[in-house]
């Protein structure tokens, strides 16, 4: 059985959380939780912005910025 509204949400994120992973995946010691730790220390050492173009229906965003996340409006379908 089918619910009346059918809702549906999407957020993307872009920048300096996919660089401390790309790092985090890089190091071999320590294990676990503290790889992401070490990481973040190391990409938060010299923070450097990343140039961003973000295209929608609406227009278009160009700039900098360390991090960026877009996200849809919830839509329901009946």
Request: glycine content about 10%; proline content about 5%; cysteine-free.
């Amino acid at each position: 059985m089918h619910n009346e509204h059918e809702w549906s949400l999407a957020v993307v994120s872009a920048g300096v959380d996919a660089a401390v992973n790309a790092r985090a995946n890089t190091l071999a010691w320590p294990s676990g939780q503290g790889r992401y730790l070490r990481a973040v220390l190391g990409e938060l050492t010299g923070p450097a912005p990343y140039g961003y173009r973000l295209t929608t229906d609406t227009g278009i965003w160009q700039g900098r910025a360390l991090l960026v996340a877009a996200a849809t409006p919830a839509t329901s379908a009946a």
